[in-house]
């Protein structure tokens, strides 16, 4: 069966086959799209096992890259990564390099068809997935103290949250929520939930909502019907899509896109399930989510709708492969292939009880960052020296340091691990080896200079200066966290 978008400009596409199940389901996927009238031109490249076994840690050969930069869109099956020897994960490879800033993953469940304490649950979680404490900046810093750099940016949360409404936008969806932690990390999440109310504010057909993440993450999970789309910083999405997907009844099922401005990617959120491979057991229904959405994204929505309707009512058939198969609620245990004929048998026919799928013929996204506006004046008005000393006491530190003398710059508080310690600390505070002392400027004005002859005398009286912070105000606002307590 062919529908009219046969015709169509054929789009390129990078397709990679995997390992373990990975070229099943993903010829199972093919046949499907291919026969709903999807028009692709598709690149093979090879990935994974194959490439890592000739010594190529990445997983992936240079000239693959020149593919997926030419066709942009990438539909992946899974690999297997090599236990241990310092192979490098193929999916952060390819998102980091392409620039993959959003991942998105719609957790639908399928009941009765599929076994859910959750049969109304329909969340689409988007998470950015650059930023965040995924920059992987870490650093020991003393013998008991190490650090890993959360780093949010303006722009990076602007982009994540406007595909969030566009995607919302253009697949009729009502509501965006935002999770973050604001009211601890007020400066990080802070600007991310603040962009979040700026942006929202575009939309104003779209309702819009924001949790504390812990108190919205329990929500998710006890009534995730209450949600729409979620949009969120990396760490929570990582940690809440996999959890939406789990509490659908079937993490098998579902798929996920990373888009970015010069790649997207689209695959299964399964892996490459080695002990099923080459048996036709496998469930194409996650990477066929996958080409679902990649069809939506290159503008082909009807023909992802003609996909997912058609396998919608198979699922509702009861022709289930064996990962869903259940006595009583299935009809018929399938193999990969025959579960693939089935959809195909049922392209232009819609479920009659699930949820019908309906996509846009065209995706019209507008994703571009609008309005930087004006810099803000940025004032430099002291520094936070973090010193390593073990056995150390909060008052002889500040006793040393003040006698420390540097014109300008005094010392206003000493704290240990963001909990202040001096002057007047608590005595229950435990003190780890890892001190941040800061200096404050007597006039408002704290000069680079400062820092350097601070750094200078500080050494001089034999402290270990571990790293500094500058402290700076933006437009008068302040652009640190006080210490707890402080
Ligand atoms: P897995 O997802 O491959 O398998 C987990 C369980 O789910 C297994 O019992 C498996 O049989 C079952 N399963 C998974 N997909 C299925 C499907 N389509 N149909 C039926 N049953 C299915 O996870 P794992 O066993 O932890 O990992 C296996 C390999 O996959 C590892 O090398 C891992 O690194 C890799 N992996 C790759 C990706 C990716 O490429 N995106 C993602 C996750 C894991």
Avoid at 110 to 116: D, G, H, Q, R
Avoid at 196 to 214: C, G, N, R
Avoid at 339 to 362: C, H, M, N, T, W
Wanted: proline share 4%.
């Amino acid at each position: 069966m062919t529908s009219t978008v046969a015709t169509e400009k054929k789009v390129p596409v990078t397709v990679a086959y995997g390992d373990g199940i990975g070229p099943e389901i993903m010829d199972a996927t093919l046949r499907i799209i291919t026969e709903a009238g999807a028009a692709l031109e598709l690149e093979r490249i090879d990935i994974g096992e194959a490439i890592y076994n000739r010594g190529l840690q990445s997983g992936i050969e240079p000239e693959s890259w020149d593919s997926l930069r030419r066709t942009k869109v990438f539909l992946k099956a899974p690999i297997t990564t090599p236990q241990g020897g310092g192979f490098k994960s193929l999916n952060v490879t390819v998102r980091k390099t392409l620039g993959m800033y959003a991942n998105v993953r719609p957790c639908a469940s399928l009941a009765p068809y599929v076994a859910t304490k959750h049969p109304k649950m329909d969340v689409v979680i988007v998470r950015e997935n650059e930023e965040d404490v995924y920059g992987g900046i870490e650093h020991r810093q003393t013998n008991q103290v190490a650090q890993c750099l959360k780093l949010i940016s303006r722009p990076g949360s602007k982009r994540i949250i406007r595909y969030a409404f566009e995607y919302a936008r253009a697949n009729k969806r009502k509501k965006v929520t935002c999770f973050t932690k604001d009211n601890i990390m007020k400066i990080t999440d802070g600007l991310f939930h603040r962009t979040f109310d700026e942006i929202a504010k575009e939309y104003p057909e779209i309702e819009s909502e924001h949790w504390i993440v812990d108190i919205g993450a329990a929500k998710m999970a006890d009534t995730p019907e209450a949600f729409d789309v979620i949009v969120m910083p990396n760490l929570y999405g990582d940690v809440l899509s996999d959890v939406a997907a789990q509490i659908t009844g079937s993490v098998g099922l579902a798929g996920s896109a990373n888009i970015g401005d010069h790649c997207s990617m689209f695959e299964a959120i399964h892996g490459s399930a080695p002990r099923r491979a080459g048996q036709n057991m496998a469930n194409p229904s996650g990477l066929l989510h996958g080409a679902i959405l990649m069809l939506v994204h290159i503008g082909q929505g009807k023909v992802a709708e003609r996909v997912h309707n058609a396998w919608l009512k198979t699922i509702e058939d009861g022709i289930h492969t064996y990962d869903i198969y259940k006595e009583g609620v299935s009809k018929e245990k399938v193999g990969t292939r025959e579960f693939a004929d089935a959809v195909i048998a049922r392209l232009g026919q819609r479920p009659s009880q699930l949820k019908e799928a309906e996509y846009e013929a065209e995706a019209h996204m507008d994703l571009s960052i609008r309005g930087a506006g004006p810099r803000p004046e940025k004032k430099r008005v002291g520094v936070d020296v973090f010193i390593d000393q073990p056995d150390g006491n909060p008052d002889r530190i500040a006793a040393a340091m003040q006698r420390v003398a540097v014109d300008g710059a005094k010392l206003t508080v000493i704290a240990n691990r963001g909990t202040k310690v001096w002057p007047n600390g608590n005595p229950d505070t435990y003190w780890s080896d890892h001190w941040s002392c800061r200096f404050e400027a007597d006039n408002g004005h704290f000069t680079q200079g400062h820092v350097a002859q601070l750094l200078g005398e500080l050494e001089k009286a034999g402290f270990d200066v571990i790293k500094t912070e500058g402290l700076f105000t933006f437009n008068g606002e302040r652009g640190y966290s006080l210490a707890q307590g402080q």
